[in-house]
């Protein structure tokens, strides 16, 4: 897995972009619509410098925030600072996927947003975080969309990468912090998902139409109209195929035993 440690500022410069932004408000609008009413105990995995996080906890939700890097978390730290109304629903906690403490405690949600690409083994992750899901909740996958990888290279005019990634049907491709990163498709998540005895839902492509600009500086009209032509698009065929990221979520149902 890719040491955090060294890419912590570029990270967070992109989770603050409009292209960031977009990823950050479409995927908190689909997850808070599957969370319940109530407050819900989420457990967000990766949590890099806090944005899901914060934005969860802002919405009512008691939230642990884990990532296996301090730098990371020392960020996190920070942006909860400048925000103490959120301190008594959000705890930190140094961890990875294959390093989290629980043996006993569920949560209502548990998020892996923006790592799998950087893992190397899917299926062990997916195992170990669906068996953290509470009976009622679900679990919520942001990963690289193995289909589109090119997708961003011939938009941009880099056709001769471009033609490289797709003749080969490439498994991986360079991301936003300079590191080769691999995708997940939709389906082969879902698939997993399953096996855990945890129910598909709806899932959404992220960043479709907007993944390609560079320095992309919408004003606020501009940026809304882009957010709400994303979100009509995130779910619908053919447009949600060709999403940078592809977000699933899968629901542990009362009644239905983990295997």
Not at 59 to 82: I, K, Q
Not at 123 to 127: C, P, Q, S
Not at 193 to 216: K, S
């Given at each position: 897995m890719t040491d955090f440690a060294t890419v912590c500022a570029a990270y967070s410069a992109h989770s603050l972009s409009a292209r960031g932004r977009l990823r950050h408000d479409l995927v908190a609008r689909r997850l808070l619509a599957e969370l319940p009413g109530r407050p819900a105990r989420v457990l967000d995995v990766g949590c890099g410098d806090g944005e899901m996080t914060l934005r969860l906890g802002a919405?009512?939700?008691?939230?642990?925030?884990?990532?296996?890097?301090?730098?990371?978390?020392?960020?996190?730290?920070?942006?909860?600072?400048?925000r103490p109304d959120l301190a008594p629903r959000?705890?930190?906690?140094?961890?990875?996927?294959?390093?989290?403490?629980?043996?006993r405690e569920r949560f209502d949600a548990v998020c892996c947003h923006g790592v799998l690409m950087y893992l190397d083994d899917t299926?062990?992750?997916?195992?170990r975080l669906a068996g953290l899901v509470a009976r009622g909740g679900v679990l919520s996958v942001l990963?690289?969309?193995?289909?589109?990888?090119g997708f961003r290279e011939a938009l941009r005019g880099e056709y001769r990468a471009a033609r490289g990634l797709i003749e080969q049907g490439a498994a991986a491709s360079v991301g936003n912090l300079g590191i080769e990163t691999r995708g997940d498709t939709a389906e082969s998540l879902d698939a997993?998902?399953?096996?855990?005895?945890?129910?598909?839902?709806?899932?959404?492509?992220?960043?479709?139409?907007?993944?390609?600009?560079?320095?992309?500086?919408?004003?606020?009209e501009e940026y809304a109209q882009a957010l709400r032509t994303e979100w009509a698009a995130s779910t619908r065929d053919p447009y949600r195929r060709l999403g940078r990221l592809v977000h699933t979520l899968?629901?542990?149902e009362p009644g239905r035993r983990m295997p």
């Open positions: 919405a009512g939700h008691h939230v642990t925030g884990a990532d296996p890097s301090a730098e990371m978390l020392a960020a996190a730290a920070r942006r909860l600072a400048s959000i705890r930190m906690l140094e961890a990875g996927v294959d390093s989290l403490p629980f043996e299926a062990g992750a997916i195992a990963t690289k969309n193995r289909a589109a990888i997993l998902a399953a096996e855990h005895g945890l129910v598909p839902l709806p899932w959404q492509g992220v960043r479709i139409f907007h993944d390609h600009h560079e320095d992309w500086a919408p004003d606020p899968a629901r542990h």
